[in-house]
């Protein structure tokens, strides 16, 4: 018990005294429900886009938000690799595996939390405006997806981060791709295949509702890919910070 509590209380306090580290996932819930929000109020009702697969108008806000996500990702140990005060921290948890999965634990308890009050409130909105129909085939599995997808953005970022050891170049590289890069391979001919079995694009694809026969997974294959990538990231994370912080 010992074990495992020591390096999650630590984290917590790291959390909890950090400015960045409470404030982000407060912004990804912001921006998410926020922009949804506003989104389904000034075009719910007209652009048919949001409502033939009502997904896409519940998780737009999730477009923006899932950067602040991804950040959280990083910060959690990019921050202290980048103030090198991960040399005190390990000092502290000379045991790198126990350090680690404190970081992956939190990490992951901090993305589902973000999940769940991102989720309920693009839910709530959605059905205060454009109306939420939860009996249609798919919803119900849809909005799991998306609390799960949080939790899981957020470990993969935290376990490449802790690949590069440097904050800056996760930041760097890591929130452009989500935001721009997947985006654009979507959108070209000859990559898109390849495009939608990356992590962030198999994720958001297990959200939707409809099928696209442009896509060659499924709904619920996407999350499992999306799951494949998570857990080779935070054991990649893990490998590097047992051979190169020792």
């Not at 000379?94 to 939390?113: E, M, N, Q, S």
């Not at 990231?233 to 910070?241: I, K, S, T």
Request: hydrophobic letters at 50%; charged letters at 10%; aromatic letters at 6%.
């Amino acid at each position: 018990m010992t074990a495992t509590t020591h390096p999650l209380r630590a984290e917590w306090v790291k959390v909890t005294t950090l400015r960045p580290l409470w404030t982000t996932p407060l912004l990804a819930a912001v921006l998410s429900v926020g922009i949804t929000t506003a989104v389904q109020i000034a075009y719910g009702k007209v652009d048919t886009s949001l409502t033939e697969d009502p997904m896409v108008g519940l998780y737009y806000g999730l477009n923006f938000g899932q950067v602040a996500v991804a950040c959280l990702g990083i910060l959690l140990i990019g921050q202290e690799y980048a103030t090198g005060t991960v040399r005190t921290s390990l000092t502290a948890v000379p045991d790198r595996t126990r350090f680690y999965r404190g970081k992956l634990l939190i990490g992951a308890g901090l993305g589902l939390a973000v999940g769940l009050v991102t989720v309920a409130g693009s839910a709530l909105a959605t059905a205060g405006t454009v109306g939420l129909d939860l009996g249609r085939p798919g919803a119900v599995r849809a909005l799991v997806a998306g609390v799960l997808y949080h939790p899981l953005l957020v470990v993969l970022c935290l376990g490449l981060t802790t690949m590069l050891r440097n904050l800056t170049a996760a930041m760097g590289l890591l929130t452009p791709m989500l935001f721009l890069g997947t985006t654009i391979l979507s959108a070209l001919p000859g990559l898109r295949e390849v495009a939608w079995i990356l992590p962030d694009r198999a994720g958001l694809h297990a959200l939707r509702l409809g099928e696209n026969p442009d896509i060659p997974i499924g709904h619920t294959t996407g999350l499992l890919v999306m799951l494949c990538w998570t857990a080779l990231a935070a054991y990649g994370g893990l490998r590097v910070l047992r051979h190169k912080d020792s």
